[in-house]
């Protein structure tokens, strides 16, 4: 007796061919399924959640200037967000030489020994004026991604774009309108409009909030304690926010 192929077996079954239970999706594709299927499985809490999924209010500008999130799943439903997760840690090198790493591991000392937490901060951002920063805590590696990158949904926040610099003459939205500038600890982030072809002339942890952002040319100095990246993005994030002060 002939064995079936699996395109026969398909076609001859009446149940539909689940890719995830087969493992034939990749890692992106699953948790793109699995958003899905808890967007359509989820019951607001908030008043602003029922407006949302009854599709009463579609422009995420009027949540942002009106309303505050309460819930991840309104930014989820309003616009299609992509994210990256920004080098907090770092790893154990020998004479403080460890390579740097996603996670931040910290330690407390109890009577049972000792108790890890790990943090992370994700960025999120659609890349047309909309971005979050979020940072979460948790004792393990995955939960701490999830609430950071639920927080940052629920950070998100408009910003303005235009061409701020004298040599472009442009009238396209690629850089910042002014010189703006955010502060957080000993940290200073200050940022310049570019002309057209320059890119991100700025840090590579930077980089990765201004391109979610929607900005592909600008000029960034940064002064203080550099290295600690928790306060380089929220001085970058304080930055970004005061773009809106421009008036036109």
Request: net charge positive; aromatic share 6%; glycine share 10%.
């Amino acid at each position: 007796m002939e064995k079936k192929s699996n395109q026969q077996y398909r076609k001859n079954s009446r149940a539909p061919f689940d890719r995830r239970k087969h493992g034939e999706m990749s890692y992106a594709e699953k948790r793109e399924a699995d958003k899905v299927d808890k967007l359509s499985s989820w019951v607001p809490k908030t008043k602003l959640g029922k407006l949302v999924k009854a599709k009463k209010i579609t422009n995420i500008d009027e949540v942002i200037e009106k309303y505050k999130i309460l819930e991840s799943e309104i930014v989820d439903l309003l616009i299609k967000l992509k994210e990256d997760i920004l080098n907090i840690g770092q790893a154990k090198g020998k004479f403080g030489g460890g390579k740097r790493r996603i996670w931040r591991q910290t330690q407390k000392k109890t009577k049972e020994g000792n108790v890890a937490t790990f943090s992370t901060m994700v960025v999120v951002g659609d890349e047309n004026g909309h971005v979050g920063l979020g940072y979460g805590r948790a004792k393990e590696t995955l939960p701490a991604r999830e609430k950071s990158l639920k927080k940052a949904k629920l950070n998100i926040i408009k910003i303005e774009r235009g061409c701020g610099s004298f040599d472009c003459a442009c009238s396209e939205s690629h850089t910042v309108p002014l010189k703006v500038e955010g502060k957080c600890g000993s940290t200073r982030v200050i940022l310049t409009p570019a002309p057209q072809g320059t890119g991100l002339a700025i840090g590579d942890e930077l980089k990765k909030i201004l391109k979610l952002a929607g900005i592909t040319d600008v000029y960034g100095k940064t002064f203080g304690h550099k290295r600690t990246t928790l306060n380089l993005a929220k001085a970058c994030m304080i930055a970004l926010k005061k773009t809106t002060q421009f008036e036109k």
